[in-house]
């Protein structure tokens, strides 16, 4: 490793070039970023991107053995990184802090899509949902230790960008069912979204109507949050705008499950419309308001 002796560069690094869990050199980022889960959902993204010039013909892949795979190439034109990243918020940690170290300098775009359960009845699945905040629902361990508290905590929520949000919803509807609403982002698949196993003391058999009393949440996931917390954290200059899309797998209300052959038509056609919407957005405008020069 590289000192981390920079204190503009303050993170280690495999060599002094590559940043250490996505493994990418400076420029191989493009400023919009579209994020997924499932490495063959970013493969199938990336199949409509064609190859930046400098790349002579080949789009740009790079595969971490973190788990990160990066796609970067045009999509109509525009440059745009598809990067899976896996599951789970501590993905996402380095996935954002690392991307920002190597895009270009100014502001950048993180958009993420993924699946999510469904916390609605009437939000059939199928539907798209585009988070315009999330609250983050996490195991508090206190709680088994000494009894403290309640066994699990649920966060104030944060804010996706509004502008970018709004965009991303204009776009979809355009092709595909799509609402605007919250999300519960969880630290586990199965504890913090009340799924039940009696091999495990989790205390959860209460948790989806002690979130329903906090919040109105459309959605659940593992992401979400931790993105938009991040993002609106990050400092001018180079700003990140942030929002996330999720389409509805499974209704958690109505126990009703995505048939497999339109999961893969909806994820299809909802993420060409995230490529247009990532490509399409002003940069200036999602931070309209905002002084970009003020760090
Ligand atoms: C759990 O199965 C995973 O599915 C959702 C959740 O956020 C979690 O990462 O995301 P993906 O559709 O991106 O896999
Ligand atoms: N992803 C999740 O995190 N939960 C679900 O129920 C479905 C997809």
Redesign the pocket.
Known sequence: LSAPTDPKRPRPRPSASRVLHLGLPPGALASRILT???PA?AALLASHLTPRPQDKGRLFIHSSSRGFTTYTGLFLSTPISIISFG??SQMIDFLVRESRDVAPPGPIVIISY???GGLKRDVEVGTCVIIEKSYNVTRNSDHWTNGSGTPYNISLPVPANPKLSLHLLQQVKLSSPCVLGESATTCS?YSSQARTDGNFDDKNGGLISQIQKTCTPTSM???SFHLLDLARSTRAPNKIASASA?VVVANRVTGEVVEGRKLAEVEGRVGIALLRAVCGVDLGEVWEGEDLNDG
Request: net charge negative; hydrophobic share 45%.
């Open positions: 997924v889960g499932d959902r599951m789970g993924g699946s999510a698949f996931e593992m992401e999720v």
